[in-house]
């Protein structure tokens, strides 16, 4: 351990990443129902099919403005926070915009493949979209478990990796 309380010999388990990722998504559900609020007042949005793709755009820019925001100021999000992660550069430094927004762009592989594939498939139902998402998160999570440095696919693509961020003490 660093005299920073980083520690990146080995990097944090794939269950407890995920824990991060699943309390993460929780914490976005507050962002995302915010930006949803915010475009459709200020589009004055009468139906909720009204404007979809220019939600979902909003909602992308939104979210990506979120997470750059984060990675490149403490390169922690609030949940990676609370599980004591961080995402750092390969050479252990901070993500500047233009990795970080690399970064954000890449991790989207935790769901297109998925959603390209109920798309293609012509598959509507809820549960074969849920169950095709858990599917191919399930695949992600086991694609990390072959890389020799337990990262994410997008972690590699983009030169990050997820490093353990112990509080300081005192």
């Keep these: 351990m660093t005299a920073s309380g980083t520690t990146g010999a080995t990097p944090p388990g794939l269950a407890r990443r995920f824990a991060a990722l699943l309390y993460e998504g929780v914490l976005l559900f507050g962002v995302v129902f915010f930006a949803g609020f915010l475009y459709s007042v200020l589009t004055r949005q009468q139906h909720a099919l009204q404007g979809r793709v220019g939600l979902g755009i909003f909602i992308f820019i939104v979210l990506g403005l979120y997470f750059v925001g984060f990675w490149t100021r403490s390169g922690q999000t609030l949940a ?16 500047k915009a ?14 297109l493949p998925a959603l ?5 498939l012509g598959l509507h139902g809820g549960g074969a979209i849920v169950g095709s998402l858990v599917a191919g998160m399930l695949a992600y999570l086991l694609i990390a478990r072959l890389h020799p440095g337990r990262q994410f ?12 961020q112990l509080p300081q003490r005192p």
């Design 153 to 164: 696919l997008h972690d590699t693509i983009c030169g990050t990796r997820v490093i353990t």
């Design 80 to 95: 990676m926070k609370t599980w004591h992660l961080r995402v750092v550069d390969t050479a252990g430094r901070p993500l």
């Design 116 to 120: 390209v594939s109920t798309w293609a």
């Design 98 to 111: 233009p990795r970080a927004v690399a970064r954000y762009l890449a991790s989207w592989l935790w769901f």
